[in-house]
């Protein structure tokens, strides 16, 4: 697991800086759209979003309530499927898979971290990170010891024991961030990483989520309605009625 051995010792190429070299992409999506039927009637979420995200790329999706970008962010995570339109991440042509192929593809390739953490409270920190691997061949030894690695990553190795009700909500964004991080995964997706935080643990999970990409070359899809942490990203853009009306560029 490159991030659970060691730290590389130069960043990622920026967004700008993968355009220009022609960089691989991590996440394509092409012509989507997505209906939901309510009540026998059709509602647009999506309507034809196209938009390439190159490897090593921090992007903050930003928009209303109901503008569709947890909806897109589901998408490229493979958790829900597109009414039209493709998904591509890491090569692979996720709208293609069956569902069994789908939840193996997502254990490998995508990491995700929520707003209100999704821990077990029965499980201490380092069995809710060592989670994932249970869908892997690891022996119990190799989990734990890649789960420690992993809480170690992000400053918590010293409350593997701990259970969720013994730890702050920094401190639990973080033990899910570990998990999410626990696979190698290339891409990951935070959905509102920072809404349930006060705004030091906000400005801590943040610049955690800096390090991951620029130290580790995590390419990171985030959702957000905080315009400081959407900041902290190499591009915004900005949804409105399921379409892409615009895009700041920082890098």
């Given amino acids: 697991m490159t991030v659970a051995t060691t730290a590389p010792t130069g960043a990622s190429p920026t967004s700008a800086e993968a355009r ?3 960089g691989r992409m991590a996440v394509e999506v092409v012509g989507v759209r997505k209906v939901y039927t309510r009540d026998s009637q059709g509602i647009v979420v999506l309507d034809g979003i196209d938009l390439k995200v190159p490897e ?9 309530s109901g503008s569709g970008k947890t909806t897109l962010l589901n998408l490229i995570a493979g958790i829900d499927h597109p009414t039209a339109g493709r998904v591509i991440v890491g090569g692979t042509d996720v709208t ?10 997502r254990s490998r390739n ?5 707003q209100f953490y999704n821990l077990i409270p029965v499980l201490t920190a380092l069995e809710n990170v060592e989670l994932p691997l249970l869908l892997t061949r690891l022996s119990k030894k190799q989990r734990r010891e890649r789960a420690l690695i992993a809480l170690t990553i992000v400053g918590l190795a010293d409350r593997a024991r701990h259970y969720p009700r013994q730890l702050s909500g920094g401190q639990e ?10 696979t190698d995964p290339a891409v990951l997706v935070a959905d509102e990483p920072t809404g349930d935080l006060d705004a ?3 400005e801590e999970i943040l610049d955690l989520l800096a390090t991951l990409n620029r130290e580790f070359g995590k390419t990171i899809v985030m959702v957000t309605h905080d315009p400081r942490a959407a900041h902290r990203a190499h591009t915004e853009m900005h949804l409105e009625k399921g379409v892409l009306a615009r895009e700041v560029r920082r890098r």
Wanted: hydrophobic letters at 60%.
């Fill in 20 to 22: 220009a070299s022609g």
């Fill in 56 to 64: 090593g790329e921090f992007l903050a999706l930003m928009g209303p």
């Fill in 96 to 105: 293609g898979l069956s569902e069994g192929a789908l939840a193996r593809w």
């Fill in 110 to 114: 995508v990491g995700f971290i929520f």
């Fill in 173 to 182: 964004q973080r033990v899910a961030i570990a998990r999410a991080i626990v």
């Fill in 200 to 202: 030091k643990s906000a």
